[in-house]
T-cell receptor, first 116, second 111 residues
Framework: DGGITQSPKYLFRKEGQNVTLSCEQN?????MYWYRQDPGQGLRLIYY???????QKGDIAEGYSVSREKKESFPLTVTSAQKNPTAFYLC???????????????FGDGTRLSIL | GQQVMQIPQYQHVQEGEDFTTYCNSS?????IQWYKQRPGGHPVFLIQ?????EVKKQKRLTFQFGEAKKNSSLHITATQTTDVGTYFC???????????FGAGTRLFVKA
């Protein structure tokens, strides 16, 4: 079945530690996205990538980094510079929106990150 | 920058009552999308509206895109307990790349 796989489902971070969240898709989508969701809140865009080897900062990129070396993969690293990392992290993908009409995003099941 | 505002933040209804959530953008949108997120789950795409004044229906759900393409609404007729969750609108600027999500409306349905 086609879809988006995020791992791990739960992750705990120690002070000063970098952690990496995995996101893999087999939908052959060009565009991939990372969102952060805090309890009872909406989705805030961290980073997005429209094509392999290219990515742009979203609205809350500070303390995060990404790479897009393969079309299928868009890992997110939460660095020690992110002082409040506890949140629900969602990865999504879509066909490339280009500059025309946006296209529906398909979401993974998410990773819940907490500080130890 | 572009903002997408959604109201209300929460709505409690008795099962069988109707429910509406509203979405407003500070800029003209090329399209509006609606998603539903069940408690503990991830957002799931419901529908996309593209044309000015467009109205689409999915069973008890009615989606509307304003004439100026700056606002949208989702109306649920005769809510059921399975409608519980958070409903998000998401809009894309004309000529832009990013889709901006509203903060969502969380629907509670009492049986």
């Amino acid at each position: 079945d086609g879809g988006i796989t995020q791992s791990p489902k739960y992750l705990f971070r120690k002070e000063g530690q970098n952690v990496t969240l995995s996101c893999e898709q087999n939908l052959n989508h060009d565009a991939m996205y990372w969102y952060r969701q805090d309890p009872g809140q909406g989705l805030r865009l961290i980073y997005y990538s429209q094509i392999v080897n290219d990515f742009q900062k979203g609205d809350i990129a500070e303390g995060y980094s990404v790479s897009r070396e393969k079309k299928e993969s868009f890992p997110l690293t939460v660095t020690s510079a992110q002082k409040n990392p506890t949140a629900f992290y969602l990865c999504a993908s879509s066909n490339s929106p280009g500059q025309g009409v946006g296209l529906p995003q398909h979401f993974g099941d998410g990773t819940r990150l907490s500080i130890l | 920058g572009q903002q997408v505002m959604q109201i209300p933040q929460y709505q409690h209804v008795q099962e069988g009552e109707d429910f509406t959530t509203y979405c407003n953008s500070s800029t003209t949108l090329s399209n509006i999308q609606w998603y539903k997120q069940r408690p503990g789950g991830h957002p799931v795409f419901l529908i996309q509206l593209v044309k000015s004044g467009e109205v689409k229906k999915q069973k008890r759900l009615t989606f509307q895109f304003g004439e100026a393409k700056k606002n949208s609404s989702l109306h649920i007729t005769a809510t059921q307990t399975t409608d519980v969750g958070t409903y998000f609108c998401a809009g894309k600027n004309t000529g832009g790349f990013k889709t901006i999500f509203g903060a969502g409306t969380r629907l509670f349905v009492k049986a």
